[in-house]
């Protein structure tokens, strides 16, 4: 048997993702692996509980400490994974998210509606508004994403530039088209 791997995953689409994909690529390798999870949130002292989206936003020194939760993956629960990776291929979407804890294809314009459910009355910064859906909808999504729907938005003339703030693209000052 082969050295064992460890496979880190998280809830964010990219997490999720390769973790589909290793265990494909794993599927027939002679080798154990094994999963560690990262948990959705942690208590630390004080009252206070930090959640998180990806291992992004752990310090490689912390790792360890999350080797408490991993586990092995039976031969079962890698073919189960490698078919569920391979149903994504089949689909081939541009988009994959993760809802309610499973990946599913999903179309590009999907996280539109979120943007426009938070984008204020008034005007605000573009980087103003990355932040409230990123803050707020905890999708485990980079803001590259949201900033190039945004971009697309202002494109179509759903948002408009009325101003700049600062420097750069996140600086613009957008509103509404017809405000």
Known sequence: MGESVRIWTDFSPEGACGTLFAADVLLTADCRVSLVPLPLWEEKTGNTILEYSGWGEIPPEDFGKFLAGERPLSKTELRMLSGKWRTLQRENAPLRAVIGGRVFSVEQDFYDSFIRRLFPEE??????????????????????????????????????????KNKGFYGSVISKAGK
Do not use: H, N, P
């Open 123 to 164: 005007s605000c910064t573009v980087g103003q508004l990355i932040g409230r859906v990123l803050g707020f909808y905890q999708f485990g999504i980079g803001d590259w994403l949201v900033a190039e729907r945004i971009r697309l938005m202002i494109s179509s003339g759903e948002l408009k530039v009325i101003g700049q």
